[in-house]
């Protein structure tokens, strides 16, 4: 490729990316504009009176609290993902397992099912059990996101490991289950990085076990505290963007952290 | 007998790896699922849905649903939203996987940036596009109007006509770059030296799409034409957030209207049969994607 082509292309490039990520861009920087400067016409493409006030209004609404939920949801249930998943996607790719189709089968369906066909039921076993308006609900909840995609993913990827590696290990001495934690694991950590990853984001943007399972404002993540501010805050959309921003910032963060990585796992990780 | 114990031994070891995950799957999504059923059938509101008092009543609750009318709007709103979404992901991915094809320097960077959208909580994005569709301040009134491409502010999100069509937008584009990688990956593993003697034969681009990428592409396109419509008929957040399902339930769709019959009027038996019709039709699009994929899985 010409060195002018590859110019003409990149350019191009950046301006179709730029205009499809317009609304991102909307969104931060109408957390740094004044409310008048909101309804201002024409709008401003950039802040003229550069101001933290939404900031400084919405954290003293209490986001840290909602901030705070929502880490200890989406992390552990991204905990109970991993936990669950890796050594499962591991069984389904070595062991002849009877009724192997049938349980990957499980994983498929469950892959695809609309959380409202399990709101109800499942609120009646929380419920039942003495768990809503707890963590453990929307934890439990968040993590049926995860696994499934995790299992499918890392099945994939163990696959693709050679056997011969762990009947090395198995040589020298290693049981199975060492075997898979010394030599299976490390080999494999890019990818338990990657659904780690996913199953974080699906437990982060859940909105509707949050609301269902936990009337109680203090126990909300992000989503939920979003939700209800749009009640609370009307139209001043600089502190509704400030509030909408906070939420997104750690996604951004992880998406630049494991880019490379995240891309190719979602490939496989979907289409199987 | 020897190979067989050692089967048994083995196999024994599996299950160790294999069950927390099925058994945590199917105690939260495979019993839940059958509950939803009976539910259905029962007549459970808030009154009676701690207790044991609950009666079977047929198919009542289905009959009920289709009388009170939303249900019909609900549905045909469902099809249209999906086959709309897709339609466009796929079409608009398309065009950018085939942009990004050409391996320019930035091109793998900016594809990966562009997931973005797809990663932002769906929560955000519905209320990010609600603020854009705001029909006084809101950003798509304010350039179409000072670009003199209307005359009057467009009520995205408060015109019964209008508003199905914005959260189409907004879905939009959350799935496009998810359906833009997919096919990325598709167009990357086609044979290169067909596109080579086509060029030497004279084809131009039209004639290399229509001729040799869709028809090899087939099969990627196939998939994630299946799953963008799994994954969007199903919609919730979108609709939930940016309307609710109004104005006059012209954005009522199958998941918020059985959320609203059983966290709103809890009417528990109503929503379950909702949610069932839902989870019908998605299993049987579901059962024709796994056929479609059961080749690459050999189980």
């Known amino acids: ?272 | 007998m020897l190979p067989m114990w050692k089967e048994i031994r083995t196999q024994w070891k599996g299950y160790v790896f294999v069950l927390p995950a099925v058994i945590f799957m199917l105690v939260l999504i495979g019993y839940p699922l059958i509950y939803n059923i009976v539910l259905s059938f029962q007549n459970v509101d808030l009154s009676n849905l701690a207790t044991d008092d609950k009666q079977f009543v047929g198919f009542e609750n289905y009959r009920t649903i289709m009388v009170e009318g939303v249900f019909g709007i609900s549905v045909v709103n469902t099809l249209i939203y999906t086959v709309a979404s897709v339609l466009f992901q796929v079409i608009i991915g398309f065009l950018l996987a085939s942009f990004f094809s050409m391996k320019f320097k930035l091109a793998g960077f900016l594809r990966g940036l562009m997931m973005i959208s797809w990663l932002i909580p769906l929560t955000v994005t519905a209320l990010l596009f609600k603020f854009m569709m705001g029909s006084k301040e809101g950003i798509f009134n304010q350039m179409l109007l000072n670009a003199n491409l209307i005359s009057e502010p467009i009520g995205w999100l408060s015109s019964p006509d209008v508003a199905l069509w914005s959260v189409i937008i907004a879905n939009i584009w959350v799935g496009i770059p998810f359906n833009m990688l997919l096919l990325s990956t598709g167009l990357s593993s086609l044979p290169k030296d067909v596109y080579e003697s086509a060029s030497l034969d004279g084809a131009n681009w039209w004639q290399k799409l229509i001729h040799i990428t869709l028809p090899l592409l087939k099969p990627v396109l196939l998939v994630v034409l299946m799953l963008g419509f799994i994954y969007t008929f199903k919609v919730f957040d979108v609709v939930y957030v940016m309307t609710g399902g109004g104005p006059i339930n012209s954005t009522e769709v199958l998941s918020t209207l059985a959320f609203r019959y059983s966290f709103s009027d809890f009417e528990f038996s109503l929503g379950a049969a909702v949610a069932n019709v839902l989870f019908a039709i998605l299993f049987i699009i579901s059962l024709i994607y796994l056929r479609m994929i059961k080749k690459d899985e050999g189980v």
Request: proline residues 5%; hydrophobic residues 55%.
């Open chain 1, 1 to 272: 490729m010409s060195k002018r082509k590859n110019w003409i292309l990149s350019i191009t490039g950046i301006v179709i990316v730029g205009l499809f990520l317009f609304p991102v861009y909307w969104m931060i920087i109408t957390a740094f504009k004044t409310q008048n400067e909101v309804f201002q016409t024409p709008p401003t493409f950039f802040p003229q009176n550069f101001q933290l006030d939404s900031f400084l209004t919405v954290i003293s609404g209490g986001v840290g609290q909602y901030f705070l939920n929502s880490v200890i949801i989406a992390g552990c249930a991204t905990i109970v993902v991993l936990l669950l998943s890796v050594p499962s996607a591991y069984g389904l790719a070595r062991f002849k397992v009877r009724g192997i189709g049938l349980m990957m089968l499980v994983f498929l369906v469950t892959q695809m099912l609309p959380a409202t066909v399990v709101l109800t039921p499942l609120f009646v076993v929380f419920n039942n059990t003495g768990l809503l308006n707890t963590y453990v609900a929307p934890i439990l909840a968040t993590a049926t996101l995860g696994v499934p995609f995790s299992v499918l993913l890392l099945r994939t990827f163990f696959m693709g490991i050679p056997k011969e590696l762990e009947e090395a290990a198995s040589i020298d001495g290693c049981g199975r289950l060492r075997a898979f934690l010394q030599v299976i694991l490390p080999i494999s950590l890019p990818s338990v990085l990657v659904c780690g990853a996913i199953s974080f984001f699906f437990a982060w943007g859940d909105l509707i076990f949050s609301i269902t399972f936990n009337r109680d404002q203090e126990l909300w993540p992000l989503t939920a505290g979003i939700f209800n501010a749009i009640g609370r805050y009307g139209i001043e959309w600089n502190n509704l963007m400030a509030f909408a921003t906070i939420s997104v910032l750690p996604v951004i963060i992880i998406f630049v952290l494991l880019q490379k990585h995240l891309v190719e796992g979602l490939v496989s990780g979907s289409v199987k």
